[in-house]
């Protein structure tokens, strides 16, 4: 049985660096996702038997926009319905906002579509490795 909490205040931001690597989303620091959760509005945490299973967390200003990042899921875990929960969770932390944003790994959008997202089609991004982004399917040259 998964135990949820939306309280970083027993986070070992050690093992949600694994976490993040394993799901994968990339090798983000302990340092680093301390930092971002601490900066987020809304964050859950999912544990099973005290071990770390799901992370995710949204960026939001109270009103307007609420952008939903960073969800993490244990491979083990993955296609139980954890990543569904996480996101449902954090849509309703931001249901008062009038847009909800989304940010995917490329290749898991036919997931985040079956949970009511649709492509927004003017987004934009500048990414501090700008040649890593395009070659990891997150940008492309505007046509």
């Not at 249901?95 to 649709?118: C, D, M, Q, R, T």
């Not at 700008?130 to 040259?141: A, T």
Request: proline letters at 2%; aromatic letters at 10%; a neutral charge.
């Amino acid at each position: 049985m998964l135990i949820w909490t939306n309280s970083q205040e027993e986070v070992d931001w050690t093992e949600l660096e694994t976490l993040y690597r394993l799901a994968p989303l990339g090798n983000k620091s302990a340092t680093h996702l301390k930092l971002v959760f601490g900066n987020s509005m809304f964050k859950w945490f999912a544990r099973e038997e005290g071990k770390l299973v799901a992370a995710g967390r949204a960026l939001a200003d109270g009103a307007d926009c609420s952008y939903i990042c960073d969800i993490a899921v244990l491979p083990s875990h993955q296609g139980m319905g954890v990543g569904k929960e996480m996101v449902s969770r954090l849509v309703a932390d931001s249901k008062e906002h009038k847009k909800i944003i989304l940010y995917s790994v490329p290749g898991k959008e036919s997931f985040y579509k079956k949970l009511g997202f649709l492509r927004l089609l003017t987004g934009m991004a500048i990414f501090q490795d700008r040649e890593s982004g395009i070659e990891r399917g997150y940008l492309s040259e505007v046509a």
